[in-house]
């Protein structure tokens, strides 16, 4: 339900509403496994898309699919919808668009080197300190000579080059580690083993087709497809890093808005933050902090609030908490964590009620009309209109086919970048004049003693200019990864890896 009252929630002592217009102040839905954080999500999602606000959330396990179809068949929500007096309870599907990283279970998302930028790519790659500034001087070279980092190939190459030329290159940029480089060449070479190449690449995806309408004026829901790409949860968790940061870096400011543009959810969001260097955490903190002034709402989903650093769960302002467990010291810290964060309700005990929800139940406090935390109220959750769990097969081919977005992004595009640039200037430049052929007088042996010759130099041999030192060792090192290839290749298929 949503109305000018906002999204509907659930039912606490009073009605609990979202409101649209502090939606971009964040929020949280955290709580134990099975508690019902996906439905709080579903139902939170379908409000925001009968706003006519667009989403973007990522499936981790494969259940959000049934957003696509109406709801129905499960007594226990209708029984809910008039327990809450959810009078204009229906059973709805929403516009829903598939993406998928690895372009199987919806449209191909990409990204180049370039945009991925070192930061992301040294946390991607596990990158030490030192890796991380060869990294960072690698970058730097392939900007200031003009050249285009689009896939790992270019990155390989532009890495390869580096380590040919460490010492010309230490005097204006600083000393390059070939040791670094060898470790980064590995980790880039355990990512394209783990499928991440087929996220480097072009045509890049456009934010700008995220944040659509339906034919009907509700809100598109964008769905990631990320079962499989939870496999590589660094690779998850970099991937929806990279697109909020290309979102504050691509959306104007857009001031206090009725609604936001975009309600943006981060599902398994420990993932973000664990192991996460300094400049990486202060990075986020920035973005979340600036990126409501675009007009993006971000919604943490977690097991734990206290998995969310401080310096950003005090920005959420939003919370849905379902039920924790206390059975060890660290959930017991988790519950009295979660307490604290809630302005405090006089008729019960935060932290004992957290342990005693059921399933369905949460605490809730939202921004009131005013932008102050609402008290914290026990509250039944609004049973979602769409369909909880995977929409039947060919419901989503149906919707995959009727994708606007259909045959853009399907196709990569290889345009010219940096290995393509330099191997034309390379055939463009004058071939070096021919060796110089010295005439040999021949005597007859003269068997007398004779002084020792002089001591004479070699014909001396022309140096390479930077430009085509540059450009071999860029070809070579694109020549032996090509040969590496067809070597995966062609055990891959003796064994029956698939490639």
Sequence with gaps: MASDAGIYVGLGESPVH??????????????????????????LAEGFSRLGVPVFLADVKGDLSGMLQPGGGKP?????????????????GYPVVFWDVFGRQGHPVRATISEMGPLLLARLLELNDVQEGVLNVAFKVADDHGLLLIDLKDLRAMLTFLAENSESIAVEYGNVSTASIAAIQRALLVLEQQGAEQFFGEPALRLADLIQQGPDGRGQINILAASELMMNPRLYATFLLWMLSELFEELPEAGDLPAPKLAF?????????????KALLNQIEQVVR?????????????????DIPDTVLGQLGNRVQHALR????????????????????PKFDTAQVITELGIGEA???????KGSPTVVERTLIAPPQSRVGPADADAIDRARNQSPFRGAYDQP????????????????APAPPPPVQQEWNVQPPDFREAPAPKASRAPSRRSDSPL??????????AASQLGRSLVRGLLGGLSGRRR
């Design 326 to 345: 206390a059975f060890t010291p660290r959930d017991q810290k988790a519950v009295k964590v979660a307490a604290e964060t809630f302005r405090a309700n």
């Design 265 to 277: 959810f981060f599902d398994e969001a420990h993932l973000l933050f664990n192991d996460a260097p």
């Design 290 to 306: 600036l990126i409501r002034s675009k007009g993006v709402g971000i919604y943490f989903v977690t097991q734990n609030p206290i």
């Design 468 to 477: 085509e030192s540059m450009t071999k060792s860029l070809l070579r090192g």
């Design 76 to 92: 226990v929500f209708e029984e809910r919808a008039q327990q809450i007096g959810y009078t204009d309870y229906t059973h709805a």
């Design 18 to 43: 979202l409101l649209p217009k502090y939606a971009n102040r964040h929020g949280l839905i955290s709580g134990a496994t099975g508690t019902g954080k996906t439905v709080t999500l579903q139902t």
């Design 363 to 369: 605490l809730c406090s939202v921004l009131d009309a």
């Design 413 to 428: 595009i290889d345009r010219e970048s940096a290995f393509e640039k330099l191997k034309a200037r390379v055939e463009e």
